[in-house]
């Protein structure tokens, strides 16, 4: 098969399922799951498909209150190093343009967010939030909304970054607790860039 057929395939079987496994995707089509990235590349930069752990979902039909680049809570432009999205029921799809809009966003939202996802500081892989270490308080500044926050995959990579630019280290629902117990104290917290 050529590789835009391919791509074609593979776009109509994400489209139907939703979400679909790279490895999935490799024995359907009887290709190497590095093909399957390779095909998967254009589908990714055109924003029909998002990468998720494992595998990609469709994105094409989502649906956000604001553009695709700008966050659905405070209206800045989205960053996708520092992205949070919320998977919502009916393939509904919000983008947040940093942890700190996301966690806010996902704590208005509560239980009809199906899944999370955000980007690791320092590999870029997308992971779930929910299992996600989150640094609040650090150093660095990255110029986005106040107070910080920065994710990690793991524990001790996140430990490691405190250790050399400070802040703190909490898992996903402590974060979430303390983005809004600073929100509603005023404590140094607006959803602006700094």
Same mark, same amino acid.
């Given at each position: 098969?050529?590789?835009?057929?391919?791509?074609?395939?593979?776009?109509?079987?994400?489209?139907?399922?939703?979400?679909?496994?790279?490895?999935?995707?490799?024995?359907?089509?009887?290709?190497?799951?590095?093909? *399957?990235?390779?095909?998967?590349?254009?589908?990714?930069?055109? +924003?029909? *498909?998002?990468?998720?752990?494992? /595998?990609?979902? !469709?994105?094409?039909?989502?649906?956000?209150?604001?553009? @695709?680049?700008?966050?659905?809570?405070? /209206?800045?432009?989205?960053? %996708? &190093?520092?992205?949070?999205?919320?998977?919502?029921?009916?393939?509904?799809?919000?983008?947040?343009?940093?942890?700190?809009?996301?966690?806010?966003?996902?704590?208005?939202?509560?239980? &009809? %967010?199906?899944?999370?996802?955000?980007?690791?500081?320092?590999?870029?892989?997308?992971?779930?939030?929910?299992?996600? !270490?989150?640094?609040? +308080?650090?150093?660095?500044?990255?110029?986005?909304?106040?107070?910080?926050?920065?994710?990690?995959?793991?524990?001790?990579? @996140?430990?490691?970054?405190?250790? +050399?630019? /400070?802040?703190?280290?909490?898992?996903?629902?402590?974060?979430?607790?303390? *983005?809004?117990?600073?929100?509603?104290? +005023?404590?140094? /917290?607006?959803?602006?860039?700094?």
């Amino acid at each position: 098969m050529l590789p835009a057929k391919r791509r074609e395939r593979i776009q109509q079987m994400v489209q139907e399922q939703r979400h679909v496994k790279v490895s999935d995707l490799s024995r359907a089509l009887k290709v190497s799951e590095m093909t *399957i990235y390779r095909d998967l590349k254009p589908l990714l930069e055109e +924003g029909k *498909i998002i990468k998720v752990h494992g /595998g990609v979902i !469709w994105a094409e039909e989502s649906v956000s209150s604001s553009p @695709a680049n700008e966050c659905v809570l405070c /209206g800045s432009q989205t960053d %996708v &190093r520092l992205a949070y999205r919320l998977l919502l029921p009916n393939q509904q799809m919000e983008t947040a343009c940093c942890p700190h809009c996301g966690l806010i966003r996902h704590r208005q939202l509560q239980e &009809r %967010v199906v899944q999370a996802m955000c980007q690791d500081f320092f590999t870029q892989t997308t992971i779930p939030a929910a299992q996600a !270490w989150y640094v609040l +308080g650090t150093e660095v500044d990255l110029r986005c909304c106040q107070p910080q926050v920065l994710v990690f995959e793991r524990r001790d990579h @996140a430990d490691k970054f405190v250790r +050399g630019f /400070g802040g703190k280290v909490l898992p996903f629902a402590a974060a979430m607790d303390a *983005i809004h117990h600073q929100m509603e104290q +005023g404590a140094d /917290g607006s959803c602006a860039k700094s």
